[in-house]
């Protein structure tokens, strides 16, 4: 129909494309290997698994009706327990922590939340896609903020992507409402430093500003690198809403649980929002993940531990993967954590075809329809006018079997021939 009536409303403007289904069509369409959207292609441990099976055949029968709305009671007394030790305060089950549809679910509801129109929003990039249009329909004006690389060479850190703290501190000011920050982040895999953190801590203590802290790869880290919770600086805690994840935690990326966790005056604005959205998330998910978290308390220190193990599994692929890349040309930027590594595909000698798309998404185009192969495009998690600082960047996702790796391993060798 024709009628103005029927049109997305004014505030969607602009947010109409998502890299995730523009991608992931693509690769069906042309039988890719997909190592784009970050899912596994194993099997989530047996452990959450059994506990969603036994709440599925449990005679509670209230196991199958409408949960507390802000969150299961089960679950939510399990998380307190979990981040206490971390975010070195208690926390109240009840006021300091709302379950979400994911992680996603309570970045939107903190946005809409807190956010009125015109006002400023900082994002560090590269950023998680949905944070800008986000921002975007909640009518507030996103304010980026580049990590750039400080070193060139075959084989990088993302360790070696910073931000310039002059920068970062002209972008406050008394229109500044929120600041986004993404640690460990995607795409990048950075780890952001406690001297980092500490000046992003600074400038929000001295603009009153509020701070986002998305932390859903908290667990998978390598190398020794310490993964810091902004929230436990000083008086950080009373100005900070931190998000995870039960997909990232547990590799159950479908089971769509997340949670934000803070002081109860800024865990009331979410709660409004999700009230009045979702109301509640499914109950049978939220006893498993309670229950998962409870068995996971009980072995933290030993080897089954699901929370530290999956980064010991999790860091060969990333070695192997990073190998793969390095001899196949590409200039590797090895993560310090998640499960996305970003390469310079600058050195390979690609006749990439013309069109109006950034010079990474027609790579990708011509990878996926050529080679058979589906990474991601990264200028998706940058601003328009940062754009061009991913344009010979791609992002390759390694949460993957082995035979999968040793797949694109095989494509990347047919490559050179």
Request: net charge neutral; aromatic share 10%.
């Given at each position: 129909m024709s009628s103005a009536k029927f049109q997305p409303a004014k505030r969607l403007h602009g947010t109409e494309k998502n890299v995730w289904v523009d991608i992931s069509r693509l690769a069906v369409e042309n039988k890719a290997l997909n190592l784009g959207q970050g899912f596994p292609d194993f099997m989530a441990p047996e452990t959450v698994i059994s506990c969603l099976r036994d709440v599925a055949n449990s005679d509670n029968p209230l196991l199958h009706q409408y949960a507390r709305s802000f969150g299961h009671p089960r679950l939510v007394n399990a998380l307190a327990a979990v981040y206490e030790p971390h975010l070195q305060r208690l926390v109240d089950p009840i006021t300091d922590i709302l379950i979400s549809v994911g992680a996603y679910g309570s970045l939107f509801c903190i946005i809409q939340g807190l956010v009125n129109p015109g006002d400023e929003v900082i994002i560090i990039e590269p950023f998680y896609d949905c944070y800008l249009p986000m921002v975007t329909v909640a009518q507030g004006i996103p304010v980026?903020?580049?990590?750039?690389?400080?070193?060139?060479?075959?084989?990088?850190?993302?360790?070696?992507?910073?931000?310039?703290?002059?920068?970062?501190?002209?972008?406050?000011?008394?229109?500044?409402?929120?600041?986004?920050?993404?640690?460990?982040?995607?795409?990048?895999?950075?780890?952001?430093?406690?001297?980092?953190?500490?000046?992003?801590?600074?400038?929000?203590k001295k603009h009153d500003v509020v701070c986002v802290a998305d932390?859903?790869?908290?667990?998978?880290?390598?190398?020794?690198?310490?993964?810091?919770?902004?929230?436990?600086?000083?008086?950080?805690?009373?100005?900070?809403?931190?998000?995870?994840?039960?997909?990232?935690?547990?590799?159950?990326?479908?089971?769509?649980?997340?949670?934000?966790?803070?002081?109860?005056?800024?865990?009331?604005?979410?709660?409004?929002?999700?009230?009045?959205?979702?109301?509640?998330?499914?109950?049978?998910?939220?006893?498993?993940?309670?229950?998962?978290?409870?068995?996971?308390?009980?072995?933290?220190?030993?080897?089954?531990?699901?929370?530290?193990?999956?980064?010991?599994?999790?860091?060969?692929?990333?070695?192997?993967?990073?190998?793969?890349?390095?001899?196949?040309?590409?200039?590797?930027?090895?993560?310090?954590?998640?499960?996305?590594?970003?390469?310079?595909?600058?050195?390979?000698?690609?006749?990439?075809?013309?069109?109006?798309?950034?010079?990474?998404?027609?790579?990708?185009?011509?990878?996926?329809?050529?080679?058979?192969l589906t990474v991601i495009p990264p200028s998706a998690f940058y601003s328009e006018e940062h754009r061009d600082l991913a344009e010979n960047l791609v992002r390759f996702c390694f949460i993957k079997e082995d035979s999968t790796l040793e797949k694109a391993e095989e494509i990347l060798r047919n490559w050179k021939k």
């Open positions: 980026p903020v580049p990590l750039k690389p400080t070193k060139d060479g075959s084989r990088t850190s993302s360790a070696d992507w910073k931000f310039d703290p002059e920068e970062m501190a002209s972008k406050f000011n008394s229109k500044t409402k929120l600041i986004i920050i993404n640690t460990p982040s995607n795409p990048l895999g950075k780890v952001f430093t406690k001297d980092e953190l500490k000046i992003v801590a600074d400038l929000c932390e859903v790869y908290e667990w998978m880290t390598y190398d020794n690198n310490k993964h810091l919770k902004i929230a436990t600086l000083p008086d950080m805690w009373e100005r900070t809403l931190t998000v995870g994840s039960a997909g990232k935690t547990f590799s159950v990326t479908g089971w769509k649980i997340g949670w934000c966790i803070g002081p109860k005056h800024l865990i009331n604005c979410a709660q409004i929002v999700h009230q009045n959205c979702n109301y509640t998330c499914p109950t049978p998910i939220q006893e498993a993940i309670a229950r998962g978290l409870e068995i996971e308390i009980s072995r933290i220190g030993t080897p089954e531990c699901y929370l530290t193990a999956l980064s010991e599994q999790l860091r060969p692929k990333r070695d192997y993967l990073a190998t793969v890349l390095a001899e196949a040309g590409l200039k590797p930027v090895v993560p310090q954590a998640g499960y996305f590594m970003l390469a310079d595909f600058s050195s390979l000698d690609v006749d990439i075809p013309d069109g109006d798309e950034t010079k990474d998404f027609r790579f990708v185009r011509w990878l996926t329809i050529n080679k058979k």
